[in-house]
T-cell receptor, first 112, second 117 residues
Framework: SQQGEEDPQALSIQEGENATMNCSYKTSINNLQWYRQNSGRGLVHLILIRSNEREKHSGRLRVTLDTSKKSSSLLITASRAADTASYFCVRISNFGNEKLTFGTGTRLTIIP | NAGVTQTPKFQVLKTGQSMTLQCAQDMNHEYMSWYRQDPGMGLRLIHYSVGAGITDQGEVPNGYNVSRSTTEDFPLRLLSAAPSQTSVYFC????????????????FGPGTRLTVL
């Protein structure tokens, strides 16, 4: 299966701290995307990193990609209560496959 | 732009009933897809389409049909609802460029919460 894993499954931190989530995958990828889902809502795209990129920034978000280890991490700096949500990584296969693969996500809770 | 819209937001069905979940996008995206999300799980792909007239099965297609007669619309039909189809359903679309593959940012609808009794 191409399905990877997000780690940890759940994370609780104090407001203002940094949050790090990890994602692993098994097959070669074209790109990897991170999404946020607030409770009961649709998914919102956060950032896309291509297989030839190693790091990408967007505001308080930093994503890294290590293709040799088949892993990615999402760092949220200076967390806010509004960051409370589930975070998913989505692997886009490099083998002509149009099927996106989601993990089970990391449930992040920011404690005010 | 309205983005991706889904109707209805909520639906309750009895076992054996059929219904159609509607999905529409106004971004001229070639790629559209349907997912279901069950508690504690990620999204699982039901069906997808790389363009009008072209559909294919995803990971969990049984019990569902789709069609893609226009670029804008991608309805999902439940043929004979079962309690196992109780879930939240999300539609998504994306630009796929010349490759025809779903490599770009996915835009999700707000979801349809379906309960089958």
């Amino acid at each position: 299966s191409q399905q990877g894993e997000e780690d940890p499954q759940a994370l609780s931190i104090q407001e203002g701290e940094n949050a790090t989530m990890n994602c692993s995958y098994k097959t070669s990828i074209n790109n990897l995307q991170w999404y946020r889902q607030n409770s009961g809502r649709g998914l919102v795209h956060l950032i896309l990193i291509r297989s030839n990129e190693r790091e990408k920034h967007s505001g308080r978000l930093r994503v890294t990609l290590d293709t040799s280890k088949k892993s990615s991490s999402l760092l949220i700096t200076a967390s806010r209560a509004a960051d409370t949500a589930s975070y998913f990584c989505v692997r886009i296969s490099n083998f002509g496959n149009e099927k996106l693969t989601f993990g089970t996500g990391t449930r992040l809770t920011i404690i005010p | 732009n309205a983005g991706v819209t889904q109707t209805p937001k909520f639906q309750v069905l009895k076992t054996g009933q059929s219904m159609t979940l509607q999905c529409a996008q106004d971004m001229n995206h070639e790629y559209m897809s349907w997912y279901r999300q069950d508690p504690g799980m990620g999204l699982r792909l039901i069906h997808y389409s790389v363009g009008a007239g072209i559909t294919d099965q995803g990971e969990v297609p049984n019990g569902y049909n789709v069609s893609r007669s226009t670029t804008e619309d991608f309805p999902l039909r439940l043929l004979s609802a079962a309690p196992s189809q109780t879930s939240v359903y999300f539609c998504a679309s994306s630009y796929s460029g010349t490759s025809g593959r779903a490599t770009d940012t996915q835009y999700f609808g707000p979801g349809t919460r379906l309960t089958v009794l």
